[in-house]
Structure formats: C-alpha cells, structure tokens
C-alpha cells in the first residue's frame, strides 16, 4: 500500500463450491513514484477448511501493474 494513492480491491463475482471460493474483481490505484493510474483484473482463491482459512492464491495481471510503476 506504500507505493499506491487511492489502491483499491473491489469483488464484483463470489463463485463458492465444496471448500473452495473464488473472488473476481478489479485492483485500482495510482502510483505514487510515478502518477500512473492501474486497473488490473484479479482471482482470489481461498481454501477453507473447519471455518478457518487454509490457503489462498492471488492471479493478477503483473505487467499491468508493473508499467503503472515504471516511469
């Protein structure tokens, strides 16, 4: 969050089967370093197991939020 004005993670879609869910949505924020703004699509994807969170995995489009960074 440091390298981010305004950085944000909103879900629009829950997709929830056995003991797996699945977030997607959109992370969005401007980069302090260089005034780019960024919007990159995302996956979360949690495992849970006896109520308590096992795992999670994060997809996202890297090369989008690399350019915002790079000047």
């Given at each position: 969050m440091a390298d981010w004005d305004n950085f944000s993670a909103v879900a629009g879609d829950f997709i929830a089967e056995g003991d797996r869910v699945v977030g997607l949505g959109v992370y969005s924020g401007t980069s302090k370093a260089t005034?780019?703004?960024?919007?990159?699509?995302?996956?979360?994807?949690?495992?849970?197991?006896?109520?308590?969170?096992?795992?999670?995995?994060?997809?996202?489009?890297?090369?989008?939020?690399?350019?915002?960074?790079?000047?």
């Open positions: 005034g780019k703004a960024m919007r990159a699509p995302f996956a979360h994807v949690w495992r849970v197991a006896d109520g308590k969170l096992k795992r999670f995995n994060m997809y996202t489009d890297t090369l989008l939020v690399d350019r915002a960074l790079r000047s």
